[in-house]
């Protein structure tokens, strides 16, 4: 089973303020039902508001990964309180450890059979349980740590354009090793 990671930001509670600016035209969102949009979609001015908006408020960068199935459909979306940093709980379950797993709440459920993990349907309820090869998981955060590399650069390039502070912005993404 060929899946893949795509980095978003919830823009649940900016999007009021980005239009507020002037700032229109958004992207679409990766599901009707929830405002996460591909980082890579997002456009330089309004992914420069968003970087400034977040530094001056000392928050975080709501978001994370959706995790898309072979026909690129979304089958786990980001959970209260994810962000990028999410990262390190994809790599521990790719190397075996479980009990690392934690990408918000409510909390997902997996579980090793074999060379598969079992994802078991949570109360949230956005996902009917599915599967996928260790393999393939493996692959998948390998890729995103390559498209992570790319986004870091582009977080670095508009924070100087902007003359935000570099390692405050930098901060808000997992630093790769």
Not at 147 to 174: D, G, S, T
């Amino acid at each position: 089973m060929d899946i893949r990671f795509i980095p978003v930001l919830d823009l649940d509670d900016r999007q009021q303020s980005l239009q507020a600016d002037g700032l229109k035209n958004l992207s679409q969102p990766l599901a009707t039902d929830c405002l996460f949009y591909a980082i890579q979609d997002i456009s330089d001015a309004h992914l420069s508001k968003i970087l400034k908006e977040t530094v001056f408020k000392n928050t975080s960068l709501n978001g994370g990964y959706v995790l898309l199935d072979a026909e690129q459909r979304p089958i786990l979306l980001p959970r209260c309180c994810s962000d990028l940093n999410d990262l390190h709980a994809w790599e521990h379950l790719a190397r075996g450890n479980i009990k690392q797993f934690w990408i918000g709440h409510p909390q997902v459920l997996c579980e090793y059979q074999g060379d598969m993990i079992k994802f078991k349907p949570d109360s949230s309820q956005d996902h009917t349980g599915f599967e996928v090869p260790v393999t393939s998981l493996k692959q998948a955060v390998q890729a995103l740590k390559d498209e992570l590399q790319q986004i870091h650069h582009r977080f670095q390039r508009l924070a100087h354009l902007k003359k935000l502070k570099v390692e405050k912005v930098l901060k808000l993404i997992p630093q790769l090793h």
